[in-house]
């Protein structure tokens, strides 16, 4: 019996000391850090709101995570940033509002830590996730179409409508306008953006 | 020569044995069978994300089918669908037939199993429809949890009762990991949604409460079961003791310290102090020491016992997993070390790796731990060789196929993403030939699955002819063949 519960009581031990060690510890470390105030007295970084939040739940809910890192690894390990993923490497401050964080562990797809920086045009973002063959040709990327309403020849064209490229054009759909759910993913991909040069980065 | 009969026993024990496993029966099937549902479940669901990743049009445009919600369903499915429910009956009646004593509960732990059950299609149903939480491995919504945890809960009151009225007076090294995995199981569950989900923890953190649940799952609930039947199955059915009891215990601790803090390593190169980083590599690099120990352990207790891998279905599997769970885990540990990582991190390796250790180490140790425990349970034989056959070759080429082709992809993939010279689609114009590759690996999986899964109908339902020995792998035992042998005799008296 004591043998029983020395045994049971050692298992626990385990588990607890690396839970303690890996997970409470730096988190009570991370306890002081806060988002710093920008020039123009805007923070970074700044909580998701409206479209951003909305599309930050379809960015989670379509799976983006399963190939898409949000992640800049330093310079000097991998290519990261020679690749143009980053201006500096990725710190915690960075994921201060990320609930639930989106780092990710693979990378089929580029990383997305500064893609509202690297891409910032809408109409592109538009066609990639519509049809990743139109701007990536040879990718393995899923179409999103479901996130937008086609515009077929003849109806009319709304003002926020992105044309299709020629020869692209799926039957006579011209144009493509993104569904309220397709709005939202562009804003949070579009917000995307870890330029900001932290100072602790640096070191 | 008879492989699987046991040595013979004395008569009391004999009745021990009949009474452990006539209560052990319908809880132990039921989980098992429908770890085997959810097994095909699960191949399936990896099989149509496996083909959208090198052909994206197969079923585009179906949201509920996209890649990311299929691929989600795949690995949680295979994990707690199958892995949870081919370990819990393995656990329930190694301990059992470890304590000498009726299976407790009987009628609690079937509504568990079924309402654990219910929870997964719940669950796979709610990711498919867009309520994944987000958080890797723990992706079920969080109102299919509690149908997952309070079953598991049961489990380990059984556990623990039939451990504390045992009849036998030592401990046999299987229980100190079935132990160890009931007191693992539901802190890992709880205190990782606590940290992830539920928002006990913040930012980074949540990433690693993340990864050290996500290492952990796999390295404190379906390793220790299989390290436990590993344990059990080589002995007995050889019939040697273990090589040592010291190595054992050795191995236990070594594998409860270290398993636990190599998570980290998941995570290398990320936005975190390199300390938390340093200890996951330390952890894995510590794990050659359980790994090595476990290893000289069974493939000590199996040297000059080889020839019989030639007919034992259940040493066969069981062999192939203790051989593997050396060879992945040497593979898992450099792995983690930070200039491998600099290359493979983000690739097909990593994938690689996990389904070395999923399918070439515990699956064919809960398929090894069927193999042996389904005709004493149900009192009847395998009714066919040539589909345990199939199972094996399947299983083994199968997986073959798969972690070769991901891991040299893998590796590709990572050496030319660290070349900025390349451009990135052609990096992954270069994957597309061996995720192909791997679709191939993953149908001969679903074969051999498949094959298994009619086996273990067969062993279920009652049926007229069977025989009094065991199916060995040499024989062209087949039910059919023995259906049609009555009907000809019948005729011939005719």
New interface residues.
């Given amino acids: 019996m004591s ?2 519960f020395l ?2 009581f ?3 031990l ?6 303690t ?4 510890i ?2 009570w ?2 306890k002081e ?1 806060k988002p710093v105030v920008k020039l123009d007295g805007t923070r970074y970084p700044e909580v998701y709101f409206g479209d951003q939040a909305r599309g930050r739940a379809i960015y ?8 898409h ?1 949000q ?1 800049v ?2 310079k000097g ?3 990261d940033i ?3 993923w980053g201006t500096r ?4 401050r ?3 509002v ?6 990710g ?6 990383d997305l830590a500064s893609i509202g920086a690297r891409q910032p045009s809408v109409d592109w973002h538009a066609l990639h996730l519509y049809n ?1 063959q139109i701007t ?11 996130l937008f309403r086609e515009i077929r020849g003849g109806e009319m064209v709304s003002a926020d409508a992105i044309k299709i490229p020629p020869g692209r054009q799926p039957g006579d759909a011209t144009h493509i306008v993104p569904t309220d759910r397709g709005r939202a993913l562009i804003a949070y991909l579009k917000r995307l953006d870890q330029s900001y040069p932290l100072p602790e980065a640096n070191q | 020569m008879t492989t699987e009969t046991t040595p013979p026993v004395a008569e009391p024990e004999f009745k021990v044995r009949v009474e452990v496993d006539g209560s052990s029966r319908p809880v132990v099937v039921l989980y098992w069978g429908s770890s085997l549902l959810w097994l095909t479940i699960a191949t399936l669901a990896g099989l149509i994300s496996s083909i ?3 052909s ?2 197969f079923l ?2 179906i ?1 509920w089918l ?4 299929v ?2 369903v795949h690995w949680d499915t295979a994990i707690y669908g199958f892995g949870g429910l081919a370990a819990s009956g393995t656990l329930l009646w190694l301990q059992a037939r470890l304590c000498q004593v009726r299976m407790p509960y009987q009628t609690l732990l079937l509504v568990g199993g079924v309402v654990f059950n219910i929870g997964l299609v719940l669950g796979t149903v709610g990711i498919l429809m ?7 491995t723990l992706e079920f919504p969080l109102w299919a949890m509690p149908l997952l945890v309070v079953p598991y809960v049961f489990i380990v009151i059984a556990n623990f009762t039939m ?2 009225s045992k009849t036998t007076k030592h ?1 046999y090294v299987s229980q ?1 990991y079935l ?2 995995v009931t ?2 199981f539901p ?2 569950v709880l ?1 990782a949604e606590a ?3 539920l ?1 006990a ?10 990864w ?1 649940y996500g290492h ?1 799952v796999v390295g ?1 609930f379906a390793t220790p079961t299989a390290i436990a039947a590993a344990y059990y199955l080589i002995p007995k059915v050889i019939g040697k003791p273990i090589h040592s009891y010291h190595l054992s215990l050795l191995g236990f ?1 070594s594998n ?2 270290f398993y ?2 190599a ?2 390593h ?2 290398t ?5 390199a300390w ?1 980083i340093t ?2 590599v330390v952890g894995s690099l510590m794990m050659f020491i359980p790994v090595i120990t476990i290893g000289i352990n069974h493939h000590m207790t199996m040297l000059g016992s080889f020839h019989l891998l030639r007919t034992s279905p259940t040493l066969r599997f069981a062999v192939m997993g203790s051989m593997i769970y050396t060879l992945s885990s040497f593979q898992g540990s450099l792995e983690a070390l ?1 200039s491998h990582q ?1 290359v493979t ?4 390796y ?2 690689g790796h996990v389904h070395f250790g999923m399918y070439g180490f515990f699956a064919p140790l809960m398929f090894a731990m069927m193999y042996y425990g389904m005709p004493r349970l149900m009192d009847q034989e395998w009714s066919s060789a040539r589909l345990i056959r199939i199972h094996f070759w399947c299983t083994l080429v199968g997986m073959s196929i798969y972690v070769i082709a991901m891991c040299y992809a893998g590796i590709r993939q990572g050496l030319m ?4 010279s390349i451009p ?2 052609n990096i ?2 270069f ?2 030939p061996y ?1 192909a590759m791997r679709t191939v690996g993953g149908l001969i999986l679903l074969t051999g699955t498949i094959a298994f899964l009619i086996n273990f109908v067969r062993i279920i339902t009652p049926h007229k002819y069977t025989w009094a020995t065991p199916t060995l792998l040499d024989t062209d035992r087949d039910w059919k063949k023995l259906l049609a042998q009555e009907k000809d005799e019948k005729r011939g008296v005719q």
């Fill in positions: 043998r029983t045994l049971a050692g298992i626990f385990t588990i607890a000391s690396s839970i060690g890996l997970v409470i730096p988190n470390q991370f850090l989670i809910n379509q799976g983006c995570i399963y190939c890192t992640q690894r330093m390990y991998g290519a020679r690749r143009g490497r990725s710190v915690p960075d994921y201060l990320d609930k639930p964080h989106q780092l562990t693979m990378r089929t797809g580029p990743p990536s040709p040879g990718s393995v990327m899923p179409r999103f179409e479901y | 959208k990743l090198h994206p049009e585009g445009g949201e996209t890649f990311g919600r691929r989600a867009g309520y994944s939480t987000g958080v890797e451990y504390f401990t100190w132990m160890a007191v693992w802190i890992l205190s940290c992830t989900n928002g923890v913040d930012g980074v953190a949540q990433a690693i409460a993340n050290w952990n404190l601790w409860a310290i636990n803090w998570g980290t998941h995570l190169g990320g936005p975190l102090p938390t200890l996951g930070r600099e991190h983000f690739t097909h990593t994938i993403m660290n070349d900025p990135f689609l992954v114009r994957t597309v995720l």
